[in-house]
């Protein structure tokens, strides 16, 4: 089409005009013969940021995790009486509950008085459609796996886990067990580091 070809040249043209415009005007203002209107571009030489403010660190800092200071092992942790079992001394408890219809299985805060802040049970429907038995060994360790699964995308990598030593030694709350600690949540919370 002779539209086109017009249309390309005149493209061609004017750019090739643009760029020898400006290197006139460069030419001139590095003799400082002209004075180039503002509205034209110029190259700017470029600014290295300035990097010495980067080590400052601000006298003020908010905590806005309030899991942090567990995950560093600086929380407190509540000694409780000697006499209560199981102790106080943790962060988060892990409970496993087997009753005649249910595996129910749950992490509570210790420091808010015991309330559950995850939990997985054989109640819930998308748990119940996948098992032939709600409280069969193959219920618990999937209860476990769930769990496990709600602790890491929750940020809890750390439970306490005690059970009652005759209710330990059942295979349904050893496989709920190695179910956790396969999914990757760890048993035993680390010592508090005091300073």
């Known amino acids: 089409e002779p539209g086109s070809e017009v249309s390309e040249w005149s493209f061609h043209w004017s750019h090739m005009a643009a760029a020898a415009v400006l290197r006139r005007l460069r030419f001139r203002t590095e003799r400082g013969l002209c ?3 503002a509205s034209l571009p ?3 030489p470029e600014q290295h940021p300035d990097t010495a403010e980067n080590g400052v660190v601000t006298a003020r800092f908010i905590n806005r995790n309030p899991r942090n200071l567990e995950r ?16 106080l001394t943790s962060w988060h408890r892990l409970r496993f509950r087997k009753t005649q219809r249910h595996v129910t299985a749950y992490v509570e ?3 808010s008085g015991g309330k559950a802040v995850i939990s997985a049970s ?4 998308a748990i119940k459609r996948h098992l032939s038995s709600t409280r069969d060994v193959a219920a618990a360790q999937n209860v476990g796996r769930v769990l496990a699964q709600r602790c890491l995308e929750a940020g809890i990598a ?13 295979e ?18 680390p010592q508090r580091v005091r300073q």
């Open 42 to 44: 110029l190259a700017k």
């Open 109 to 111: 805060a210790v420091g």
């Open 158 to 170: 750390y439970v306490t886990f005690r059970a009652i030593p005759w209710e330990y030694r059942a």
């Open 35 to 37: 004075c180039v209107p």
């Open 122 to 125: 054989t109640q819930e429907w």
């Open 172 to 189: 349904s709350v050893q496989r709920f067990r190695s179910a956790m600690k396969d999914g990757g949540v760890i048993l035993s919370e």
């Open 72 to 87: 560093l092992a600086l929380a407190r942790k509540d000694k409780g009486w000697q006499t209560v079992w199981p102790g």
